[in-house]
């Protein structure tokens, strides 16, 4: 099992500020690393997928960066609409056993 | 637009069968990519569950594969989760999703979910 870990567990910023999120997997992944908001009652979203690309219509404030084992989560003027929580999964294994990490929370400072 | 819905019972008893289905509207799940299930325990993060193909081949987390099952009813455009032999331990809220790893790409679709508790 390629187990996932996010850093730091809850994230404070404030509104137009620069947030800077980070997962490591304990083995490489190559590219193959997705990042998902999610918010309470609402499905999962997907932000970012291959470590670096926007998914469809996602804004350009948000960024990915990494390869292989270090990943980084850029979200460059937080808006209100941002605070939620940020999952990274990788989806490198075959045959298929997708592991996410346990969640960073961003919160409003 | 793709759009995945779930549904099912929202309690069940311990050691009995979860099961759940997932409608899909906008998208054949016969015309490519993957169908999947994910769930996540209350204060608890994701959880990866499986996987059914365009083709209906189906792949499973190791570490619930014994428990179980998913398949699809390509008439109604729709895929299901049992899960047997429930605990506690699976009370959770259950999505599905769509799973482009066929070119290598992730869930990029999701349900919004649906709860199920495991409790007599």
Not at chain 1, 2 to 18: N, Y
Not at chain 1, 53 to 59: F, H, K, N
């Amino acid at each position: 099992e390629i187990v996932m870990t996010q850093s730091p567990a809850t994230l404070s910023v404030s509104p137009g500020e620069r947030a800077t999120l980070s997962c490591r997997a304990s083995q490489s992944v190559t590219n193959n690393l997705a990042w998902y908001q999610h918010k309470t009652g609402q499905a999962p979203r997907l932000l970012i997928y291959g470590a670096s690309t926007r998914a469809t219509g996602i804004p350009a404030r948000f960024s990915g960066s990494g390869s292989g084992t270090v990943f980084t989560l850029t979200i460059s003027s937080l808006q209100s609409e941002d605070f939620a929580v940020y999952y990274c999964q990788q989806y490198h294994n075959w045959p298929p056993w997708y592991t996410f990490g346990q969640g960073t929370k961003l919160d409003i400072k | 637009q793709v759009q995945l819905q779930e549904s099912g019972p929202g309690l069940v008893k311990p050691s009995e069968t979860l099961s759940l289905t997932c409608a899909v509207s906008g998208y054949s799940i016969t015309n490519a990519y993957y169908w999947g299930w994910i769930r996540q325990p209350p204060g608890k993060g994701l959880e990866w569950i499986g996987i059914i193909s365009n083709g209906g081949i189906t792949y499973y987390n190791p570490s619930l594969k014994s428990r179980v099952t998913i398949s699809r009813d390509t008439s109604k455009n729709q895929f299901s989760l049992n899960l047997n032999s429930v605990t506690a331990a699976d009370t959770a809220i259950y999505y599905c999703a769509r799973d482009l790893r066929s070119i290598v790409q992730p869930m990029d679709v999701w349900g919004q979910g649906t709860p199920v508790t495991v409790s007599s």
